[in-house]
Each structure stands twice: as C-alpha cells, then as structure tokens.
C-alpha cells in the first residue's frame, strides 16, 4: 500500500522507511507536522500481523503526537517510529546501534525515545551513536514516571468537572493494564485512598497489585464494565468501541493509552451518554513533557524559555479542564474540541476525527 493511500495519512511531512539485512531492522518513522518545532515521538517496538498495520500505526501515532505537543505548549512538533518484530526475539544491541545510526540521519526534524516494547536502555545503547534520542538517566530520567504523573494531573481535572470534587479520596478507579505507566498510575492512586480495580494479561502483576494496594482483580475481558466512578485505559489502544458501549457503567474515562477510542463513532457514544472522557494525547503527555530539556540540548535546536517540569506537568489539568468546558459550551465530544484545538495551533485546516 502506498503511504498516501492510508486513511492514516494526514499530509504527513516525511515518512521514511529504513531497513538492515544483517540485524533484521524494519523500522518506519513518520513525521506529521514540524510547524512548532522539530519532531519528537517515542519508538514503538512490536510485532505487526502486516507491513501496512505498522505504517498505519506509525502515521496514526505522529498525528497524536502533533496534538499532543500542541495542546501541552511545547515548542515541539509530532511524529513517531516503529520497528516491525517481536522485541523479545528481534531486539539486539547491533540492531539498535543500526537505528540509532538510521535515526541521526534525520535528526534535524525527529528525535526519539521509550515506548511499547522499547526501554530506556534501549535509548541509553542509541545514544552510544545519536544524539537524537531521550529519556534516560542522564537527563530527564524514565518518561513512564512523568506520564504516570500527568495522568494523575488529569485524574484530578476529571474529578473537579465530573465529580465536583477536589479529591480523590474513596473514588472507584478500575485500571486497565500494568506496565511501567499504568502501576505507577496505581500506585499513587492507592496512597490517594482510592479503591482499585485492575486487569493484565500478566498475572504476576495483578496478584502484586492485590497484595500491594489492596486492589479486586478481574479478566481484561470485564475490566471495562466494572461499576466504578473512572475507568483508566493503560494498556493499548482501541479498548473503547461502539459495541462494549452499552457494557461501561463508569462515568469518566481517563488513562495514559494511545488510541483508546476505537472509532469517532464510539466517542460521540460515550458523549451522548454524558461519560467524560479525558483525550488521551492530552492526558498522557507527561513523557514527551519531561522531555523538552534534554530535547532542547540536542544539535540544531533552538533554546526557548520553559516553566519547570511540575507546572508543565500540571498544565495537563488546566488544559484539560479547558477542553471539558469548551465540550460543554459547544456541544461536542471532548475529542473533537481537542483535535480542533491543536489543529488551530499547528496551522492546519481541520481534518478527520481521530478514530
């Protein structure tokens, strides 16, 4: 399939295909828009059942990261890699040394780091050849734990607009998905006396959970429907779809997964039965937030003034809080408010919803 014949592609500014026999790299790295500044995006290391599914994910992926920086005030524009393959087979030093050399090619429009199926060492062996990679201990440190932290500014934005409330004491939190973002958003969550309810495909993690936070355990199948006051996607994408609707009995939906929305249709749904939703490119924008320093120090990047990481990390729920209040005012799901927010500050005429 051809790049323009994605209903992925938005008018993407590049989109580069790289390849290594020896190491068995395939990796794609899309670029969305750079009119805020050069792009940034992590890189998402994972089987893919076919070549298109990966383009499509890379492309949709760079979009959701040129809203994301737009709607977080970073002077920072979007874009995304993926890597094709297993991690657990594929993944070598020599294979990452390639796309680190691969990645300092283009870096004077794209930077890169942590992401699914690919770890803050996995940054630290790229940067042996790039300078154009971020997000470890020599700089901003793990992106997880700042995402994790911006997911619960934006847990508080939705507990002020839906709930009235300026806590989260004795909330019921159902956290779907365990990894390094989602058990850290449940952690704080637990010392904030929230009650939890978890799923992973990992049981080892879910059992940890229960001895840890006290916290029920159901099936990944069920955790959608459980009777809580939010629901808190970390896992993948495409969790919310227009079947399970009529199952969701939460009355917010905020967590730190890309793409939950499995289609615009399944948005407007869960506005039409007045189940807030918090967009995920804004509420999971802690990681790329964290970033802007050691992005900043990279070569060909221009200094600007920032505030500190914890007000850019709470401007998370004062941006959200402005999307729910604008949602209301217009009408529209708060998805919708947020694309066409960011597209204003990108300088883009208004395109699809995201699905």
Known sequence: MSVWQSTEFDNHEQVCCFSDAETGLRAVVAVHSTALGPAAGGTRFQPYATD???????????????????????????????????????????????????????????????????????VETMQRVTPYAAGTSRDAGDPSIHTAMGVLHGLHAVAEYRFDRNDLRGMKVAIQGLGSVGWRVARHLHDLGC?????????????????????????????????VDIFCPCALGG?????????????????????????????????????????????????????????????????ADVAP?????????????????????????????????AEELIGRAPAKVLA
Not at 204 to 218: I, L, T, Y
């Open 239 to 303: 969790v919310i779809s227009q079947q399970m609707m009529p199952e969701i009995r939460a009355r917010a939906i905020a967590g730190a997964a890309n793409n939950q929305l499995a289609s615009a249709k399944a948005g407007e749904m869960l506005h039409a039965r007045k189940i807030l939703f918090a967009p995920d490119y804004v509420i999971n924008a802690g990681g790329i937030v964290s970033g802007m320093e050691a992005m900043q120090a990279m070569p060909g990047r221009k200094s």
């Open 195 to 227: 009650q939890l309810i978890v799923a992973d495909v990992d049981e080892a993690k879910v059992a940890k959970a229960r001895a840890e936070f006290g916290a029920q355990a159901v099936t990944t199948n069920e955790i959608h429907a459980a009777e």
């Open 52 to 122: 298109d599914m990966a383009m499509d994910d890379a492309l949709r992926l760079s979009r959701a990261m040129s809203y994301k920086c737009a709607l977080a005030g970073l002077p920072v524009g979007g874009g995304k890699a993926v890597i094709i393959g297993d991690p657990g087979h594929l993944k070598s030093e020599k294979l990452l040394t390639v796309f680190g050399r691969f990645i300092d090619r283009i870096g004077n429009v794209f930077a890169t780091g942590e992401d699914v199926g690919f770890s803050v060492a996995d």
């Open 309 to 341: 990481l914890a007000e850019r990390l709470a401007w998370i729920n004062t941006r959200l809080l402005e999307i729910f209040i604008r949602s209301h005012d217009e009408a529209r799901p708060p998805e919708v408010i947020a694309q066409t927010m």
